[in-house]
């Protein structure tokens, strides 16, 4: 999985609502990240007109490290009825 570290600035009515947010991305994704970025601080802040930058790529990687007694507990499938 693809993370970017993104700063917005998004003015509004009030103020401006700024910081500092990660968005997660599939790799395979066909989402341009400056896009998907300016549409998740949208999303966040209620503006229409926030100023995106992208600061940092990086990877995530999941690595299993303890299963706990609930895990023999928890449906791992659903059937549909």
Not at 15 to 30: A, F, I, K, W
Request: with cysteine.
């Amino acid at each position: 999985m693809d993370v970017f570290t993104y700063s917005y600035d998004c003015p509004r009515w009030y103020g401006r609502n700024q910081g500092t947010r990660n968005l997660y991305l599939d790799p395979m994704s066909t989402t341009e990240p400056i896009e998907a970025a300016k549409k998740d601080a949208q999303t966040i802040s209620g503006s229409q007109t926030c100023d995106v930058h992208l600061i940092q790529k990086f990877r995530l990687a999941i690595e299993h490290v303890e299963t706990y007694p609930a895990m023999a507990t928890t449906p791992m499938y659903k059937f549909k009825q």
